[in-house]
């Protein structure tokens, strides 16, 4: 966890006012002042992480529910994915997810055994879940 908290250090060193929610394995984690803070709005369990320092978090099948709360906030989160290195907002992070789902929903698709309806009836559901994450992609592009 020593990696943990250096990393959530230099964060905090570079941008005091951004929350950091990182996720550690099972769950997403709040650290330090982030996890008192977020307890707070989460009602979430404040627990010992070492002497010095306390957390709090979420299983990670749970954070579609914490991103739509984040996303209505007026707090600054950043979601650290620990394996990948990867900082984003929750804004990006659900643009993220939705267009891995969207990859793999292509990718499983068995071409070799679709009627032409069911292909039809595919091809229309790609094109309006691309659109619906293309007008997300432009909203944020707008915001920024």
Known sequence: ?????????????????????????LFYIFLDEDAKLM??????KLTNLNSSFVKCGFPANSLDKYLKILNCT???VKIIDNNTNTTLTPKEFELNKNT????????????NNLSIKEAYDFISNIKNTANKILKEVNTNETKN
């Open 74 to 76: 007026q707090y600054k």
């Open 39 to 44: 307890s707070n709005i989460f009602s979430l």
């Open 1 to 25: 966890m020593s990696k943990l908290i250096d990393m959530y250090k230099n964060l905090k060193q570079e941008n005091q006012e951004t929350l950091y929610l990182f996720k550690s394995g």
């Open 100 to 111: 891995i789902n969207l990859l793999e929903t292509i990718s499983n698709i068995d071409n």
